[in-house]
């Protein structure tokens, strides 16, 4: 109980999935390789990205607390992933995937969700642009910041995929300092060049 107490103030030993980085120097972004990993997801409909990630958080946080085929309970990790597929115009629905990162000693063989709304995605590796910002996240926020994301890459004449993007959360609500949040563009590889 302490142990999970401690982690859901500081954030700090929670695991994160792995990956290669580079940094340029005097860029507001950084390229990221993320190795090929399980997480479990969720999926849901809606007008508001908010609205949805508390929703699918809910039922993650179900799933690590032992509703699952196993009924194991399963560590927390970071961060806290949404995928965003935008719908066809402004008063479409967009399609939001929250995803915990399953923990090293799961990765293997995840427990089998209970809830049939929940699920295990294996990510193949990929490749994003991510910028890192602080404070309490919002939906305003990220958009905000995944369009100086986008504009950075413009500017430096770097290929993208406009969609689907995501944002990436580190901390607990608990947690007041030192917050860690992020918008993850996917790298746009040479086969969606020619297609394109």
Not at 27 to 33: M, V
């Amino acid at each position: 109980m302490l142990k999970a107490v401690g982690q859901a103030l500081f954030s700090t030993s929670l695991q994160n999935p792995k990956y290669s980085a580079e940094k340029k120097e005097e860029k507001d972004y950084e390229f990221r390789t993320y190795q090929a990993t399980n997480w479990v997801s969720t999926t849901l409909s809606g007008m508001e990205w908010d609205a949805a990630l508390s929703a699918g958080f809910r039922r993650l946080f179900s799933y690590i607390q032992g509703n699952n085929e196993n009924k194991v309970k399963v560590e927390m990790t970071a961060p806290v992933s949404s995928r965003v597929d935008p719908g066809a115009g402004p008063a479409c629905e967009s399609q939001f995937t929250v995803s915990f990162y399953i923990p090293e000693e799961h990765q293997d063989n995840p427990p089998q969700p209970s809830d049939p709304a929940v699920f295990v995605e294996h990510r193949k590796e990929f490749s994003a642009y991510v910028r890192t910002y602080g404070g309490f996240s919002n939906e305003k926020l990220k958009r905000e910041e995944l369009l100086k994301l986008m504009e950075s890459l413009q500017r430096d004449g770097v290929q993208y995929l406009d969609s689907p993007f995501y944002a990436a959360g580190y901390d607990s609500p608990f947690k007041l300092t030192n917050r860690k949040n992020e918008v993850w563009v996917l790298k746009k590889e040479k086969e969606q060049e020619k297609k394109e």
